[in-house]
């Protein structure tokens, strides 16, 4: 990281073949910096060894060089020291040039004039405060992971050949010793009830630098075992050597037991090496038997992976397949095929038993998955069926699980819950609710409403965001919360986003007839779904073209769910920027961000998520996360939108730390087509 401000020395590294321009730069600069150390360059070997010898606060180069140019030092500058600011000084190349070597990193562009020299010790400051904000926003970002990330789980640190270093409490407590200071006294090898497991662990750490979900039994203070699964690595000095081991240790014992209890019911199809659907029956047909000779129950559970389609159609099926496959290795059970799993569980004789099972297969999922390096993460709903009071035959016993899996996902997903015979009504209401909502688009039930996007400093209205909603002659205006889940569900989201792209496009050119200026865009949701349809494009290009909207007056809102795939979202991405239209990152936070691949992105705008928004000023992690993601878009050049802004407290707090645009309540409510043009007339908005 370059030196901050109050560092007595400012280390320069000035590349010009012309010693009047270099003079030029330092006479300039000394006025300003008081202590200065520059380090001039005239030719590729002095610049090789320069940038190799020391590490250096910023670098300013000439674009056009005898033995090199401009964005080849930059390039290797950024190479070799990726913090280091580079301004770039010169009387030639282009806009062209310049905008390419901003994208490269480029801190600033000065022009060799005596008038546009004197901007350069400004340019210094900005560049230099440039570098201290990005490695700022580079540590919050870690403490961001470790605050959402961190799970509860033990950590150590070892010497090389097994004493322990330290231990936190939560290894202390897997392994039940009583104090700190009793683990620190019994060596690693006394863990390990079998010599074989200890000295299996040394060859793999000796043979690579990490050990990753290394499953082992392991004896606790009090003789017990304990299954666990440790990650360890080595921490190497400057020569290499090993300093020490660290890692951390987690206790599996209940996933263990529910494997055990479990692995009586595993044979093997050709996909999952799980039973099919007939052999499922049968047992499950057997079990009834025996439960009604011995008055005991049987109970069903019925777990489906909740938007395993949604994985299907964006990563393509061989993904979901090999998905399919880790998750019955990790749960090593019965299933009945498709994206679903059944358990049959024997000789019951309180259903409330079956409740911890339940939680634990759900909390077995946790963990991601890789299928062919895509880190997945999964959940799954449940539905429990209990004979005999649930059914007196397999199929009625599964046909009811069914139903109470499906409303475990109305209910949101990730959890679980027992059948119960109004299920079957509900069932029916939810099915004459998706009839009706297939219905929708062909009877005009649909309307979009818009919600303006407020610049916090002025007042001005910046854009409008499309919201969908589902006028019912029945139901009302229903909630977009009850609908677009399953829209996405039965892939109605495909359709229903075509006629929005087309409903806002119609409505941007009546506000570009009424005189709402280009600038001031109509901001689309995209879903997954239309992202990745490959006649997205086509589609585009027909739409803009039937009602001669320009693309710079469309803002497209995806979601941080296409990093899934990111070299073929960059490749959309890529398409539509060329075509003129503006992107933005919704619900920023909450999703797959990569910085790596955000970079990456030809995105103009990012939006916070409002589950971000609704704490602050008071909410320490949302406070901290909101101020994070505004220096982190600023140091990208990217504005922010902050959605979900209610109060005034919010917004006092918003512009405190730059945040350039609200959208909420208190800015202005989702108007209906007839009124949202005379308050983006207007121009102004309460804020």
Known sequence: MPNLPESPILRLLLIDDDPDDRALVIRTLQREFSSLHVEQIHDENQFRAALNAARWDLVITDYQLRWSDGLTILNTVKENQPACPVIMFTATGSEEVAVQAMKAGLSDYVLKSAKHVTRMPAAVRSALEQARRIEAVREAETRYQ??????????????????????????????????????LDTPMAEWFARDQDLERLRLKLSSTTAVRAYPLQLRRFDGTMVWCELHAHKVAGPNGDTLYNEGSLEDISQRKQAEARLSHLAHHDALTSLPNRALFIDRLQQAIYRARAHNRMVVVLLLDLDRFKLINETLAHDVGDRLLQEIAARLARTARGGDEFAFLIEDITNPNEVAPLAATILTALDSPFAPFGHELFVTGSIGITVHPQDGQDALTLLRNADTAMYRAKDRGRNNYLFYTANMNAKALERLSFETHLRRALDRNEFVLYYQPQVDIATGAVTGAEALIRWRHPEFGTVSPSQFIPLLEETGLIVAVGEWTLRAACRARLAWQTAGVPTSVPVAINLSIRQFNDPALIHLLEDILIEYQVPACCIQLEITESIMQDPEHAIEVLQTLNGMGIQLAMDDFGIGYSSLNYLKRFPIHTLKIDRSFIHGIPDDADDTAIVTTIIALAHSMKLPVIAEGVETDRQLEYLRRYHCDAAQGYLTGRPLPPDEVIPRLLDG???C
Do not use: C, E, H, W
């Open 684 to 686: 102004r908005a309460r």
């Open 146 to 183: 470790s605050l959402f990330d961190g799970v509860p789980i033990g950590l150590f640190r070892s010497t090389p050949d097994g004493n322990i270093l330290d231990a936190n409490p939560a290894m202390i407590d897997i392994l039940g010793y009583r104090s700190r200071q009793a683990i």
